[in-house]
């Protein structure tokens, strides 16, 4: 079965300094998506990056971007620029091609002003 | 606001009882998934729904189950609520098969006592 493992439960950064949440994932197949969700203390989950098994390329959005390692099965999250907004839980989840798309526990992200 | 809608937004029910959580997915989406977050956890998968079908299932218990209909929303029926059932219950909604963007609602949060 996949899983979905985010090793740092908490983590802090100064404000406009950069962050990078680490994700590995265990998966047999080689066709899958990835994502990092963001979930503010309203609660509400918004995705912040997508990225697909079969590109190599790096997704960016902005000040986040990813470090896809698919061989690793690693894919971490930078945030350059860190703003106030960005303190919430990060999430990792692992879609694969039966639409099943499962989370990591998450990593609470602290900005220090 | 995702358009994804839930309701009830607040629940607060007794143990041994049942309850039934709603979702309307956003217009067009026929994928519809029910997640559970406990508090500070992340989220675990319920279970998935496209087109009316059940596609994916994860830890769902059996005091658990779920339909969607032919107008695509969605509900999550629990029963024999016990004191750990209490949790904040998701529902996303996405395009189309084949792990496109979850969009998430703004949760059911149930409370039992």
């Known amino acids: 079965a996949q899983t979905v493992t985010q090793s740092q439960p908490e983590m802090s950064v100064q404000e406009a300094e950069t962050v990078t949440l680490s994700c590995t994932y265990d998966?047999?197949?080689?066709?899958?998506?990835l994502f990092w969700y963001k979930q503010p203390p309203s609660r509400q989950m918004i995705l912040v990056i997508r990225q697909e098994a079969y590109k190599q390329q790096n997704a960016t959005e902005n000040r986040f971007s990813v470090n896809f390692q698919k061989a690793a099965k690693s894919f971490s999250l930078k945030i350059s620029d860190s703003q106030l907004g960005d303190a919430a839980m990060y999430f990792c989840?692992?879609?694969?091609?039966?639409?099943?798309?499962?989370f990591g526990k998450g990593t609470r992200l602290h900005i220090l002003p | 606001d995702s358009g994804v809608t839930q309701t009830p937004k607040h629940l607060i029910t007794a143990t041994g009882q049942r309850v039934t959580l709603r979702c309307s997915p956003r217009s067009g989406d026929l994928s519809v998934y029910w997640y559970q977050q406990s508090l500070d956890q992340g989220l675990q998968f319920l279970i998935q729904y496209y087109n009316g079908e059940e596609r994916a299932k994860g830890n769902i218990l059996e005091r658990f189950s779920a339909q969607q209909f032919p107008d695509l929303h969605s509900e999550l029926n629990l029963s024999s609520l016990e004191l750990g059932d209490s949790a904040l219950y998701f529902c996303?909604?996405?395009?189309?098969?084949?792990?496109?963007?979850?969009?998430f609602g703004e949760g059911s949060r149930l409370t039992v006592l």
């Open positions: 989840a692992y879609g694969d091609r039966d639409d099943k798309i499962i």
């Open positions: 998966t047999s197949e080689s066709d899958y998506y």
């Open positions: 996303a909604s996405s395009v189309v098969s084949g792990s496109r963007e979850l969009f």
